[in-house]
């Protein structure tokens, strides 16, 4: 009877322990003409903007991809998570697509804190990572090799890129800053402080926050115009961007503004109307949406015809282009590392990206064995009489980004 | 509205335990965490039948406590307490919370009240938000699990906490219901009225019943974190808050049954609902509205009735024979 | 003091809006002892209703108000019918006729954003682009005409119920349905027009906020500050309830301006939840917070 007890017990911890024991195989989600990818992002929620837009983008590139055969003859088949903006919705996104789907890859589409949140799972796993949408330093640093960031852009050197290029090119001496006051624009604003601090010994005369969902900036209009600023930094979210281009105008601020480029979408100069005359923006678009360039021409008539039915006046924009030309990186890695595909083959192919760029529609993404941070160039657009112009000027560099990321956190 | 058929929930009941009990070593990783977080939920609907079911109460605001003893429990274990009393310190803050707020909230009824919480749900998120120092802000905070012993995987081990906890919690509720304070509660849902006019102080208890509703879902939050592994203010949303109040509109108000199949249903909704995609929070707002329009006493009532029709329908051929 | 000023100038462009909205609860309350938890995607409902027929179809601005006040009083109509059905016909408690109303604005809600996107949508109505300063306080004419479209709102409504044969009838059955019905009044009808006149209020003050604030389909959140209005109102006086916007309009801007902008958004919960736990029946009490 003893024997017997002890007999069901080892029985039972073996059986329990059973399917933890099972080793993790790293051509999982390759099959003979399939290759399993996950994607998940903010499709709903607060920054469904952009989270929509860029898996738009990217199932462009994927079914343009399958339509010419796949990759080694192999389609590529997509499950798409939605993580609700939110660190709860990523992690179970994630528990999803690498445990239950069994996906190769994964793309990321997210916001910077559901992403940084999910990290320790993506890690632990070792799928490969493609993030095309959070901008946190923490997606990068520490090093992860399997953790990838073909977009958006590190949010420390675009702050930095930020502060360089108002003091080079506006030369003011007073400086304020309107900064959301959730993770993105807390942290951004940081960047920009600490650079404008370090490098130009100059303090904002004023920093203000806002909620992300507030509708009406007038109090933070009126708080920035007693300090009088010559210029004020934007880091914000498109529709706060655009009341407080529409209140700041009302209540006669005239500020210089250069914005993020969350605020400084297509869709901005609609949103705000003349109310955006002469306001400044960041963007890693070499190409504007709506300019004339043969490539960029050629791709929004490719995209409309994939979305036919898509009211808005503001499609395609950035998060489309984004999507679209991460996801060809991600395939051209793919093809790069061979028909006999693994992640490790695969990891070593992305490590091996040099300046790809797709026609020149985004700033050319380059990654290396110890630095996955794609782009590191940047452009600043203004808008003149309800149009956007570039202004050639270009910052940034892979210096700076060395210098970001050698940084301890 | 009283506790019905306990005999027939409790054998429901223990149905449920010792079935995911047995079931789960041969789940994956994800359905364990779905299984992980029903159960959680089980422990959030008890808590919301206490209060709904049984006291007549009615609470907008729920998540704001779930959220308290979330953050409170990851707090002491990051400040060394171990899991147990993190997890207890939780529950009890999240309790003197709802006190502080039941005294005066408590004080008006029916819709007031159903706005009190909705507000103080807001606030807290707010607080959540804003308080960086102490709950990370927007970013939120990472929360470590409790070590486990090492021979069972680690998703199953903490499935296994998660559902003890629940059990033991499912049946202190059970008990108290027929303890004096649990009959008090009872009477407060059925009629005020007749409460007050016995001589029994209907804020008193009414207080009682808010306060250990709240501390359940205090409990239930501390447990969540180390769940996922990470909270933040996003994870207590009115819209968390009005999911809870489904649990009990959906499953049935007033039964274990009801509770525990509404705390099921409306945690794997969601993944039902994946294959929607854009059209889930569509097909949310039809589930939520039509199952209080067609079934106001959730499926459990509806499983009720149809047993009870069956009986009546059985009956006269019993007399006949 | 100019400061000051342009604070409560800008205050009170919102607490117009809010007093709107808010007026709306009131009556569907007054009427019918429900709060629609559904005012705030009516609210939405507006606002899409005016960038269809505005922006879209281009239509003229009077097509537009037509249209919002069509859509409004058919949603109204529509919760106002729902939730009659459940009270009377199925004997409901009070909490799933919340639900039901919360469940269609989540409807709503979703309709709007597979129609339209997440993305946030303009309505450049304006009428001049010119800021008009008295004594150095600017505003728009947008700014303006949405004060005075919510005081024109007002005025007719008050007209409505003190000098019309259906809103004295109204009046007296929200005041004693029981009365009223033996006096020949049909409490059915004046159960739906108080939905419709509620649905109606809320969509007009969608209308009038989407040129400030871009519509987007969870816009409706600003129905919680209308109803924390409301509130403060008593939740049972028009008056107090217009009252109660414009206060809550222009604390929101006073507090945002003199303390902390982060905690400008925050006002309107901390008012909501002081006053529903100091003095439910805020400060124009007109009738006992529950009857037995």
């Known amino acids: 009877m003893k024997h017997a007890k002890t007999f069901l017990t080892f029985l039972a911890l073996i059986w329990l322990a059973l399917p933890g024991l099972a080793p993790a195989a790293d051509r999982t989600g390759v099959a003979a003409d399939t290759i399993t990818i996950g994607m998940f992002g903010f499709y709903t929620g607060a920054g469904s903007f952009y989270g929509t837009g860029a898996r738009d983008g990217a199932m462009l590139a994927i079914n343009e991809i399958n339509g010419a055969g796949g990759v080694h003859g192999r389609k590529l088949k997509v499950i798409i998570e939605d993580d609700r903006s939110t660190p709860a919705g990523s992690i179970a996104a994630a528990r999803k697509l690498i445990y239950s789907d069994k996906v190769f890859a994964l793309i990321n589409q997210g916001g910077s804190n559901p992403l940084v949140a999910t990290l320790p799972i993506l890690k632990e796993s070792n799928v490969p990572v493609l993030g095309q949408m959070p901008s946190s330093p923490k997606v990068t640093r520490p090093f992860h090799r399997t953790i990838f960031r073909a977009a958006s852009f590190n949010d420390q050197l675009q702050g930095w890129l930020i502060a360089d290029f108002v003091m080079q090119h506006l030369k003011p001496s007073r400086v304020a800053i309107l900064a959301q006051s959730d993770e993105y624009g807390k942290v951004g604003a940081q960047y920009v402080i600490e650079r404008l601090q370090a490098q130009y010994k100059v303090a904002p005369v004023a920093v203000v926050e806002h909620d992300r969902d507030a509708t009406d900036l007038s109090a933070q209009v009126l708080k920035l115009k007693e300090t009088k600023p010559e210029v004020v930094i934007l880091y914000t979210y498109l529709r706060p961007g655009a009341i407080y281009l529409r209140q700041a105008k009302e209540l006669g601020l005239g500020a210089q503004v250069v914005g993020s480029v969350a605020a400084g979408q297509r869709v901005t100069v609609s949103l705000a109307g003349e109310n955006a005359e002469g306001a400044m923006f960041f963007t890693y678009l070499p190409i504007l949406e709506e300019s004339d360039n043969p490539a960029m021409v050629a791709f929004t008539k490719k995209w409309k015809a994939a979305y036919p039915n898509v009211i808005d006046p503001g499609r395609p924009a950035l998060p489309d282009i984004l999507g679209y030309v991460a996801t060809r990186l991600f395939a051209k890695a793919l093809e790069a590392a061979g028909k006999d595909l693994t992640r490790e083959g695969f990891v070593e192919a992305l490590e091996n990206v040099r300046e790809f760029s797709q026609d020149g529609l985004m700033m050319p993404i380059t990654f290396t064995s110890t630095n996955h941070d794609g782009m590191s160039q940047a452009t600043f657009f203004v808008i003149k009489g309800q149009q956007r112009q570039m202004t050639g000027v270009v910052v940034g560099g892979r210096k700076l980004l060395d210098e970001i990321n050698a940084m301890k956190q | ?321 | 003091m100019e400061l000051f000023l342009q604070q409560v100038v800008s205050g009170m462009v919102s607490g117009s809006i809010y007093a709107l909205i808010a007026i709306g609860y009131v009556i569907i309350y007054k009427a019918t002892d429900v709060v629609n938890f559904a005012q705030g995607d009516l609210v939405m409902a507006g606002a899409y209703t005016g960038i269809l027929t505005y922006s879209l179809l281009s239509l003229p601005f009077g097509v537009m108000v037509i249209a919002v006040v069509g859509v409004g009083a058919g949603l109204g109509l529509g919760v106002g019918g729902m939730v009659s059905l459940m009270l009377v016909r199925f004997q409901s408690s009070m909490v799933n006729t919340i639900i039901v109303t919360l469940a269609v604005g989540i409807v709503l809600n979703s309709t709007a954003m597979l129609i339209f996107g997440p993305n946030p949508y303009p309505l450049p109505i304006t009428f001049g682009k010119v800021p008009i300063s008295l004594w150095g306080v600017r505003i728009t004419p947008l700014s303006l005409v949405v004060i005075g479209f919510s005081a024109a709102v007002m005025v007719v409504l008050s007209g409505f119920f003190r000098f019309t044969r259906l809103g004295k009838a109204m009046r007296a059955t929200a005041q004693n349905r029981d009365a009223a019905a033996l006096m020949g009044i049909s409490v059915r009808k004046m159960f739906a027009l108080s939905w419709m006149i509620g649905g109606v209020l809320g969509a007009l003050g969608g209308m009038l906020l989407a040129p400030l604030i871009l519509a987007e389909p969870s816009m409706g959140i600003v129905a919680v500050k209308a109803f924390a209005a409301a509130i403060i109102g008593g939740f049972t006086s028009l008056p107090g309830a217009i009252i109660g916007g414009f206060v809550l309009g222009v604390l929101e801007n006073l507090a945002g301006g003199y303390m902390s902008t982060a905690f400008k958004d925050g006002i309107a919960y901390f008012a909501l939840g002081a006053i529903l736990l100091l003095k439910p029946t805020g400060f124009f009490e007109r009738r006992a917070v529950r009857r037995v």
């Open chain 2, 1 to 321: 509205m009283s506790t019905a058929r306990p005999h027939a929930s409790a054998v429901g009941w223990a149905a449920v335990l010792v079935g995911s009990a047995v079931a789960a070593p041969l789940a994956g990783v994800y359905p364990l965490y779905l299984m992980s977080l029903a159960a959680i939920a089980v422990i959030v609907s008890l808590s919301m039948d206490l209060l709904m079911g049984v006291a007549g109460l009615i609470s907008l605001g729920h998540a704001a406590f779930f959220g308290i003893g979330a953050y409170t429990s990851t707090l002491l274990t990051a400040a060394g307490a171990p899991f147990v009393v993190a997890l207890l310190g939780g529950g009890v803050v999240a309790g003197l919370v709802g006190v502080v707020v039941g005294v005066p909230a408590l004080r008006v009824s029916g819709h007031y009240l159903a706005l009190t919480t909705l507000a103080f749900g807001e606030i807290a998120r707010l607080v959540f938000l804003h308080w960086e120092s102490v709950t990370g802000g927007a970013s939120g905070l990472p929360v470590s699990r409790p070590a486990l012993p090492g021979w069972l995987r680690p998703e199953l081990a903490y499935f296994y906490v998660i559902v003890g906890v629940a059990a033991v919690l499912a049946w202190f509720m059970q008990n108290v219901l027929r303890t004096r304070p649990g009959r008090a509660f009872l009477a407060l849902g059925d009629s005020e009225i007749a409460v007050q006019c016995s001589g029994v102080s209907v804020v008193r208890w009414k207080l009682a019943a808010f306060a250990l509703s709240t501390f359940y879902a205090g409990v239930a939050g501390g447990l969540f974190g180390p769940l996922i592994g990470f909270i933040d203010p996003a994870s207590f949303t009115l819209m968390t808050s009005l999911m809870m109040v489904m649990m009990i509109v959906v499953g049935g108000r007033g039964t274990f049954g009801g509770a525990i199949l509404g705390a099921i249903i409306i945690t794997l909704l969601p993944e039902l609902l994946r294959t929607t995609k854009d059209l889930q929070f569509m097909a949310f707002g039809f589930i939520l509205g039509g199952s209080v329009f067609f079934l106001p006493r959730g499926l459990w009532g509806l499983a009720e009735r149809l047993i009870e029709r069956r009986r009546i329908a059985a009956a006269p051929a019993r007399a006949a024979s």
